[in-house]
């Protein structure tokens, strides 16, 4: 058996609220800590999938293509011994790279050397389907015993030989199933599609502006996958009778609501997936709808768990007090007001991105105005760079800006996929 | 199984698995609920049913306070620790305690101001040992009964105190060496730190610059309730 990492949960809220009200927020921080997590024969089992584009735009430049075959080699030599693992070639079909028969193997000497040489063989040529190489991915990995499964998805392009639907199915079907990373490199790749590969499959998305940077990002999305102890992970919730469930949403490392994603395990619980889990820090935004007491009293709003194959491995407790003292009730928690601007920032990229698609220029400038006077005011540096290739901010206070007629595609597509990360309060 | 001061049975012994009311606390606020006739919804969840609601459980033929009353007619029933005769600690600002402690102490007393509005706050009494202190992330504190603000005694140490149970049923409390002490039933001296002292019910234990924990037997608490 291996050492389950220790959880930790801290509640930041304020529990105090004026007579009447019926709202409580909290922000969940769930850390975890082990002292020997490198254990590595005795590890949980892994398995790992790498779908790497091979269609035809990848000869352009010809780096793009040598610098994933280079990253995915390296990804390669990353993977602990006895880790079942396998590569897919996607164009506007999926195929097996390494193993040739549609399974996964142990890592080994031997393997190892026999996909490396697999993958250095690839040649671009074909279209961009990625439903159907997450679908095959998914088969690969059904019915696996490992306990921590993970898929690295790489395009350089836009899904143009599958309909849209055909992505949404396929993302459906296998939600639970994997944790998939996906990454966009070079400047043809949608934002808005790598978000949704991410978001259903519990991973991060990311768009890489030089292929240079590939194999740096393969190995340290891999390494990441290998500190994984605990595969399917679920937020358990318990709420009183008569509340609703009004957000619950990961606010840090990014922005992933999973409020829609709820499954009923009784009447007053509900378990929300999380992912797996490593040796990491996460933060959950939290907000309970509940009937509202007498001043004075004090109500369990909510039970928040952690579980792991029907484990509890902590427990936290977000609390309603009512009081009509507006000096205790006034205050919001700096934990839940600072979520609620990243929050505001990430809505307000993607609005005004999806009015600049759309030709609405002034509602894209209001909405990314917005945007760059939030990240300016909550410090976001790496926002406001972002921001800064698209529009040209004329008073950042007031968040008056003009659109750049100079900006370039990708340079939106960054802003879109990064537009969920978040930074934690400082101080 | 315990229930709650609304009746509910539940597993949980701190908040009710129904409606989250603390287990232990005077169901002052549930007494005071209106007597529930039984055709106008419940007013736990709003649920129109028979005699008990179909959603939370509540019995429309009593009201909550009688249902407490009904459980401490029967004594042998379990409460939320598990025991008959469970202890229960409510911790409060007492504003003579500060007078007391500015008088004493002005060089801590006098910069610490007593909240206008403290809440007091309700501990169930269980196990074998029971912190009492504020809780520190850093230092990986965790109290059980735990002070932490707001409103914040800032004279209470993270590790202020051990409330230790007797063989016979009852409880001592032991100073852990805390940076300003702690006082009994108004004493002037501090107890000895790391020398248990036996408590009886009722016992009041001052820490910090305002606070103040009462001891209570929950089955002579429940005795006191009207019926």
Redesign the interface.
């Known amino acids: 058996m291996t050492d389950q990492p220790a959880f930790q949960a801290?509640v930041h809220q304020n529990r105090?609220l004026p007579p009447g009200a019926t709202v409580v927020d909290a922000v969940l921080t769930v850390t975890t800590s082990s002292a020997d997590q490198r254990t590595t024969a005795a590890g949980p089992g892994a398995a790992q999938v790498i779908m790497i584009d091979c269609s035809g735009s990848m000869a352009n430049p010809p780096s793009k293509m040598d610098e994933a075959k280079k990253a995915t080699i390296t990804a390669i030599d990353t993977l602990r011994d006895g880790v079942a693992f396998a590569i897919i070639a996607g164009r506007h079909n999926a195929e097996m790279v390494y193993p040739p028969a549609g399974t996964l193997v142990p890592a080994t000497g031997q393997t190892r050397a026999e996909a490396q040489h697999a993958v250095s063989q690839l040649i671009a040529g074909g279209g961009t389907a990625l439903g159907t190489w997450l679908q095959l991915a998914g088969t690969l990995f059904a019915g696996h015993p490992a306990e921590v499964k993970h898929a690295i998805m790489l395009t350089d392009g836009r899904n143009e030989h599958e309909a849209p639907e055909q992505l949404a199915a396929v993302l459906r079907s296998c939600e639970g199933g994997f944790v998939c990373d996906a990454r966009g490199v070079g400047d043809g790749w949608s934002g808005t599609e790598l978000r949704a590969v991410a978001s259903a499959l519990l991973g991060t998305a990311d768009g890489l502006a030089f292929p240079s940077e590939l194999v740096a990002d393969f190995k340290l999305m891999t390494e990441t996958a290998m500190g994984k102890t605990l595969g399917e992970v679920t937020l358990r919730l318990?709420?009183?009778?008569?509340s609703t469930v009004r957000i619950v949403k990961q606010a840090f490392p990014h922005l992933e609501d999973l409020t829609g994603r709820g499954t009923e395990v009784s009447?007053?619980i509900g378990d929300y997936p999380v992912g797996a889990w490593g040796i990491e820090s996460r933060d959950y935004h939290l907000s309970i709808a509940?009937?509202a007491?007498?001043v004075?009293?004090?109500?369990?709003?909510a039970?928040v768990s952690i579980v792991s194959r029907d484990q509890a491995l902590l427990e936290a407790?977000v609390f309603?007090?009512w009081?009509d003292?507006h000096?205790?009730s006034a205050?919001i928690d700096p934990w839940v007001a600072h979520y609620s601007g990243q929050e505001e920032l990430a809505t307000a990229i993607q609005q005004g991105l999806a009015a600049r698609e759309a030709g609405d220029i002034n509602t894209a400038a209001a909405m990314l105005g917005r945007a760059a006077q939030l990240a300016a005011e909550t410090g976001r540096e790496d926002t406001a760079a972002l921001l800064g290739r698209l529009v040209e901010v004329i008073d950042i206070r007031s968040g008056d800006v003009r659109l750049r007629q100079d900006a370039v595609g990708v340079d939106a597509e960054m802003a879109n996929v990064r537009s969920v990360r978040t930074i934690r309060i400082t101080g | 199984m315990p229930s709650c001061p609304r009746g509910h049975d539940t597993v949980?012994t701190?908040?009710?698995?129904?409606?989250?009311?603390?287990i232990g606390?005077p169901a002052?606020?549930a007494a005071?609920?209106p007597a529930w006739t039984g055709d106008e919804p419940c007013p736990?969840?709003?649920t129109r049913s028979g005699r008990f609601c179909e959603?939370?459980g509540r019995d429309r033929g009593e009201t909550a306070g009688t249902s407490e009353a009904r459980a401490a007619s029967a004594p042998d029933m379990p409460t939320a620790t598990g025991t008959p005769n469970g202890w229960l600690i409510v911790a409060w600002a007492n504003r003579d305690y500060h007078a007391h402690m500015r008088a004493k102490a002005p060089q801590f007393a006098e910069v610490v101001d007593i909240p206008?509005?403290a809440?007091k706050r309700h501990f169930v009494l269980n196990g074998s040992q029971l912190l009492i202190g504020r809780r520190s992330?850093s230092r990986g504190i965790e109290p059980d009964i735990d002070l932490t603000g707001?409103p914040e005694d800032p004279g209470i140490s993270h590790t202020h105190a051990l409330l230790v149970a007797n063989q016979d049923g009852g409880w001592s409390l032991v100073d852990i060496q805390s940076a300003n002490g702690t006082y009994l039933n108004g004493q002037d001296k501090p107890i000895e730190a790391n020398q248990p002292v036996p408590l009886t019910d009722g016992d009041q234990i001052h820490l910090g610059a305002w606070t103040t924990l009462t001891l209570r037997s929950r089955s002579k608490k429940r005795q006191r309730l009207p019926r």
């Open positions: 801290e105090y318990w709420t009183p009778a008569g009447a007053r509940l009937p007491g007498a004075g009293e004090e109500r369990l709003a039970r407790r309603a007090t009081t003292d000096a205790l205050a | 949980a701190d908040y009710c698995d129904e409606c989250g009311s603390p606390v002052s606020h005071a609920s736990e969840c709003g959603a939370c206008d509005t809440p992330q707001p």
